[in-house]
Antibody, heavy 113, light 108 residues
Framework: EVQLVESGGGLVQPGGSLRLSCAVS????????MSWVRQAPGKGLEWVSV???????YYADSVKGRFTVSRDNSKNTMYLQMNSLRAEDTALYYC???????WGQGTMVTVSS | EAVLTQSPGTLSLSPGERATLSCRAS???????LAWYQQKPGQAPRLLIY???NRATGIPDRFSGSGSGTDFTLTISRLEPEDFAVYYC?????????FGQGTKLEIK
């Protein structure tokens, strides 16, 4: 059974950092295109980043230079390192197979003083 | 990056009616890699259609997708009560994916 489980969210002050994790079972992260997608409260879906099977990464302009996506093949886990957090980064963060049907349930990030 | 514009913003219909949702891209979607998702409150998005016209596993055949290039359509042939939700299109052919702003399908 395919499962994606996000963790690492929480309350952080503006300018702070968080690292989100996406633990995957049922398929191999390193063979897949994996994305992070976020949804601010009451708003629509916003694509954040992708990591391709070959390791190439891309980012939305809104997070470029502040967020870094990576993976640990031995743990079959993807990460999102978020630095210089802003209030507008407050959202529910999902990990998902890029363009696919497998999504986690999300982890909430709140940036507030 | 490709900007996706969905219309209408809100669609008010009754169960049993046909729903037609539109997604227009600012540039051609590579390989027609266009997906449709359904989202209900408190739930993660659910994939309905991938590559413009392919139904995802377990999706009822009342859902269909069509289109190519820059114009795409999601059609729900006969609305069931559980179909009232928010629908998003997403292009994933470009290295920078994008989502449309969503169409809310509400009960009339």
């Amino acid at each position: 059974e395919v499962q994606l489980v996000e963790s690492g969210g929480g309350l952080v002050q503006p300018g702070g950092s968080l690292r989100l994790s996406c633990a995957v079972s049922g398929f191999t992260v390193s063979n897949s295109f994996m994305s992070w997608v976020r949804q601010a409260p009451g708003k629509g879906l916003e694509w954040v980043s992708v990591i391709y099977s070959g390791g190439v990464t891309y980012y939305a302009d809104s997070v470029k230079g502040r967020f870094t996506v990576s993976r640990d093949n031995s743990k079959n886990t993807m990460y999102l390192q978020m630095n210089s957090l802003r209030a507008e980064d407050t959202a529910l963060y999902y990990c998902a197979v890029d363009g696919g049907g497998d999504w986690g349930q999300g982890t909430m990030v709140t940036v507030s003083s | 990056e490709a900007v996706l514009t969905q219309s209408p913003g809100t669609l008010s219909l009754s169960p049993g009616e046909r729903a037609t949702l539109s997604c227009r891209a600012s540039q051609s979607v590579l390989k027609n890699y266009l997906a449709w998702y359904q989202q209900k409150p408190g739930q993660a998005p659910r994939l309905l259609i991938y590559a413009a016209s392919n139904r995802a596993t377990g999706i009822p055949d009342r859902f269909s997708g069509s289109g190519s290039g820059t114009d795409f359509t999601l059609t729900i042939s006969r609305l069931e009560p559980e179909d009232f939700a928010v629908y998003y299109c997403q292009q994933y052919g470009n290295s920078r994916n994008t989502f449309g702003q969503g169409t809310k399908l509400e009960i009339k």
